[in-house]
T-cell receptor, first 117, second 111 residues
Framework: NAGVTQTPKFRVLKTGQSMTLLCAQD?????MYWYRQDPGMGLRLIHY???????AKGEVPDGYNVSRLKKQNFLLGLESAAPSQTSVYFC????????????????FGPGTRLTVT | DAKTTQPNSMESNEEEPVHLPCNHS???????IHWYRQLPSQGPEYVIH???SNVNNRMASLAIAEDRKSSTLILHRATLRDAAVYYC????????????FGTGTRLQVFP
């Protein structure tokens, strides 16, 4: 299993440009999450999804959109990038709570480092 | 969401035990205590979790105070690979099921 993979690993954008970050998992997890991590800070939840076709807002959703058209993929979009969105973005996935002993554990991808100039 | 308080940093020598404290005085009855760690330039990884009783696994032990207002992550013999930021997180699987990360404790391990 590859686990959770993220594409791309690095990206530099100019202010106002758009881009999509792709997260893929091969563990058949129902739940998927997008976090951002600013220097010296913990992770903050942007959006999450509890199943195919459903999404919900997290702590810091403004400026981002997401889609979960397939169970294994979770896309994070920036329509008009701003310097404040310079960060490292992490995707994670987990089983639905209560479905197994391992349902409590979130599996994280390696991150995407995004710089907006 | 209930908050946790951790020291910003701690140091240890290799092969010594490490006790990482966490205070969570506003914990609710349905909150689980989770620990994740983040190695340099990597995503976080799960370490251990518990509700009321002490827990052990291959990575660490979790000691939970009787009143649940604090807990301690115990690494029995620190290695250089254990140098990371350790996050203590309260997770309510019934109401929110989300992880709320604080700033964590940066653990340095010296040879």
């Amino acid at each position: 299993n590859a686990g959770v993979t993220q594409t791309p690993k690095f990206r530099v954008l100019k202010t106002g440009q758009s881009m999509t970050l792709l997260c893929a998992q091969d563990m058949n997890h129902e739940y998927m999450y997008w976090y951002r991590q600013d220097p010296g800070m913990g992770l903050r939840l942007i959006h999450y999804s509890v199943g195919e076709g459903t999404t919900a807002k997290g702590e810091v959703p403004d400026g981002y959109n997401v889609s979960r058209l397939k169970k294994q993929n979770f896309l994070l979009g920036l329509e008009s990038a701003a310097p404040s969105q310079t960060s490292v973005y992490f995707c994670a996935s987990s089983l639905r709570p209560g479905t197994s002993r391992r349902a409590y554990e979130q599996y994280f991808g390696p991150g995407t480092r995004l710089t907006v100039t | 969401d209930a908050k946790t308080t951790q020291p910003n940093s701690m140091e240890s020598n290799e092969e010594e035990p490490v006790h990482l404290p966490c205070n969570h005085s506003t914990i609710s009855g349905t909150d689980y205590i989770h620990w994740y760690r983040q190695l340099p330039s990597q995503g976080p990884e799960y370490v251990i979790h518990g509700l009321t009783s002490n827990v052990n696994n291959r990575m660490a032990s979790l000691a939970i105070a009787e009143d649940r207002k604090s807990s301690t992550l115990i690494l029995h013999r620190a290695t250089l690979r254990d140098a990371a930021v350790y996050y203590c997180i309260l997770r309510d699987p019934i109401n929110t099921d989300k992880l709320i990360f604080g700033t964590g404790t940066r653990l340095q391990v010296f040879p």
